[in-house]
């Protein structure tokens, strides 16, 4: 039988620890050669000016867990204007203002599709559990103090993450919406322990951190990179958050792989896709930083190695980082898991996905 799993079933299951643990097993499986992932690929079609139809596709397999995992999104992006600052959104216009995004597990003894999941949870739930794996190895062991960018839909799982990691005293978040800030900031002094303020400035953020951490979908820099001071550590989910100069005074670049992503688009666009001009603050000579997320987790290449660095770990567009199926394949097993242990989800004949005729 072949399962499938709406975002409200992952929801019922998944939780930060189990991800923390399964990211970076695999991350180090990755780091010593034992898992395989095919670079993210991207398929852009013009639609109107800053809009475009994006087909996105990544795999990749992790045999400790014996799945291979494939995640695909169609959607479609605009580059919009938010309260003064460009970013970059994917429209709702799938029958009832809805978004495509699937992942299907699949068993790589019997080459049988396990489960078809709804994405979302789980595509922001690897998110932040890779950003805790990357600051559980590059921040200074003694952070305590955070400042925060963003209360959207990604910034939950980052703070869950990091107090996982950190035994955390303070948080400090900046976002520009003031309502979903006031709203996100009680939520979290609901759930934790730990001090939770409202920063009215940009540099509130940065400054007294131990970590910076950026949830934001912002094609503009959302802090000076000037503003960074020796032994802070920096988490970015996608490189327009980030100026030149964060990346220039960044010790270390951690990033997930360094297999480029891949991008098409029609020859005849009149346009580049949007994302193409925040990408361009990184140059090569940057690359004698990075480091592999994998190879430090698996001690193949070294992470923080003294307290006064400057360390940043980059997310999609930052040098060659971009997101990994075998992300997907852990966390993906997890779901599975535990929903067939609790009988959730729909079960549907494994012919309907499988043939008789060879291929």
Same mark, same amino acid.
């Given at each position: 039988m072949t399962l499938i799993l709406t975002e409200d079933d992952i929801e019922k299951i998944i939780e930060m620890p189990?991800?923390?643990?399964?990211?970076?097993?695999?991350?180090r499986d990755f780091g010593l050669g034992q898992?395989?992932?095919?670079?993210?690929?991207?398929?852009?079609?013009?639609?109107?000016?800053?809009?475009?139809?994006?087909?996105?596709?990544?795999?990749?397999?992790? +045999?400790?867990?014996?799945?291979?995992?494939? @995640?695909?999104? =169609? !959607?479609?992006? #605009?580059?919009?204007?938010?309260l003064g600052k460009m970013r970059e959104e994917k429209l709702p216009l799938a029958p009832g203002g809805r978004y495509v995004g699937l992942i299907i597990l699949f068993?790589?003894?019997?080459?049988?599709?396990?489960?078809?999941?709804q994405e979302a949870g789980l595509q922001r739930m690897r998110v932040g559990a890779t950003s805790g794996v990357a600051a559980k190895y590059l921040s200074r062991q003694d952070a305590e103090i955070v400042g925060l960018f963003g209360s959207g839909w990604q910034a939950l799982p980052q703070v869950e993450a990091l107090a996982r990691i950190r035994p955390?005293?303070?948080?400090?978040?900046?976002?520009?919406? +003031?309502?979903?800030?006031?709203?996100?900031? @009680?939520?979290? =002094? !609901?759930?934790? #322990?730990?001090?939770?303020?409202?920063?009215?400035?940009?540099?509130?953020?940065?400054?007294?951190?131990?970590?910076?951490?950026?949830?934001t979908n912002s094609s503009e820099p959302v802090f000076d990179g000037d503003w960074l001071v020796p032994g802070q550590h920096v988490n970015s989910l996608q490189a327009g958050e980030l100026d030149v100069r964060t990346l220039e005074r960044a010790d270390i670049i951690g990033i997930r792989a360094f297999e480029k992503s891949l991008h098409f688009q029609q020859k005849a666009s009149p346009e580049s896709p949007f994302n193409s001009e925040k990408t361009k603050r990184y140059n090569p000579s940057f690359d004698g930083k990075l480091r592999a997320l994998g190879d430090i987790v698996a001690g193949v290449a070294p992470g923080r190695v003294c307290d006064e660095?400057?360390?940043?770990?980059?997310?999609?567009?930052?040098?060659?980082?971009?997101?990994?199926?075998?992300?997907?394949?852990?966390?993906?097993?997890?779901?599975?898991?535990l929903a067939k242990a609790r009988g959730l989800g729909i079960e549907l004949p494994v012919n309907l996905f499988t043939q008789t005729h060879h291929p």
């Amino acid at each position: 039988m072949t399962l499938i799993l709406t975002e409200d079933d992952i929801e019922k299951i998944i939780e930060m620890p189990d991800c923390l643990r399964v990211i970076e097993e695999t991350f180090r499986d990755f780091g010593l050669g034992q898992a395989v992932s095919r670079p993210r690929s991207h398929t852009y079609t013009h639609l109107a000016p800053g809009t475009f139809y994006n087909f996105k596709s990544m795999d990749g397999c992790v +045999p400790r867990y014996g799945v291979h995992a494939l @995640r695909l999104s =169609s !959607e479609v992006l #605009q580059s919009q204007d938010h309260l003064g600052k460009m970013r970059e959104e994917k429209l709702p216009l799938a029958p009832g203002g809805r978004y495509v995004g699937l992942i299907i597990l699949f068993d790589i003894n019997t080459t049988e599709p396990l489960a078809i999941m709804q994405e979302a949870g789980l595509q922001r739930m690897r998110v932040g559990a890779t950003s805790g794996v990357a600051a559980k190895y590059l921040s200074r062991q003694d952070a305590e103090i955070v400042g925060l960018f963003g209360s959207g839909w990604q910034a939950l799982p980052q703070v869950e993450a990091l107090a996982r990691i950190r035994p955390l005293k303070l948080l400090k978040v900046f976002s520009l919406n +003031p309502v979903n800030k006031k709203i996100f900031a @009680r939520k979290l =002094s !609901e759930r934790f #322990q730990f001090e939770v303020q409202i920063a009215e400035e940009p540099r509130d953020v940065v400054a007294g951190s131990d970590i910076v951490a950026c949830a934001t979908n912002s094609s503009e820099p959302v802090f000076d990179g000037d503003w960074l001071v020796p032994g802070q550590h920096v988490n970015s989910l996608q490189a327009g958050e980030l100026d030149v100069r964060t990346l220039e005074r960044a010790d270390i670049i951690g990033i997930r792989a360094f297999e480029k992503s891949l991008h098409f688009q029609q020859k005849a666009s009149p346009e580049s896709p949007f994302n193409s001009e925040k990408t361009k603050r990184y140059n090569p000579s940057f690359d004698g930083k990075l480091r592999a997320l994998g190879d430090i987790v698996a001690g193949v290449a070294p992470g923080r190695v003294c307290d006064e660095e400057i360390t940043l770990f980059g997310g999609s567009g930052t040098g060659p980082s971009s997101g990994l199926g075998i992300q997907f394949a852990a966390v993906g097993k997890v779901a599975y898991d535990l929903a067939k242990a609790r009988g959730l989800g729909i079960e549907l004949p494994v012919n309907l996905f499988t043939q008789t005729h060879h291929p």
